[in-house]
């Protein structure tokens, strides 16, 4: 008889990411090296965006000043 483990399921992760000027999407341009640099960075740790990991992006709506709101905000909507 053969033993059959459950397969242990993948901690999911959660990040949210504030962008303090510029739309929220610009972390996803394959243009920018700093954002590339950010996510094989997270590739390399085994974090992958849609099969371990959440990232939830929002913008500083109202520049560098609204950011202890924008990061009151994206830490809320994290926690779901």
């Not at 008889?1 to 303090?20: D, F, G, N, W």
């Not at 920018?32 to 913008?59: C, H, I, K, M």
Request: charged share 30%; hydrophobic share 40%.
């Amino acid at each position: 008889m053969r033993s059959v483990r459950a397969q242990e399921r993948a901690k999911q992760h959660r990040i949210a990411i504030v962008v303090a000027s510029g739309p929220a999407a610009c972390v996803d341009d394959p243009g920018s090296r700093y954002w590339q640099a950010f996510w094989e960075e997270l590739r390399r740790l085994g974090d992958v965006e849609g099969e371990n990991l959440t990232v939830a992006r929002f913008p500083a709506k109202g520049g560098p000043r609204a950011m202890p709101t924008s990061f009151a905000r994206s830490s809320a909507a994290t926690r779901r």
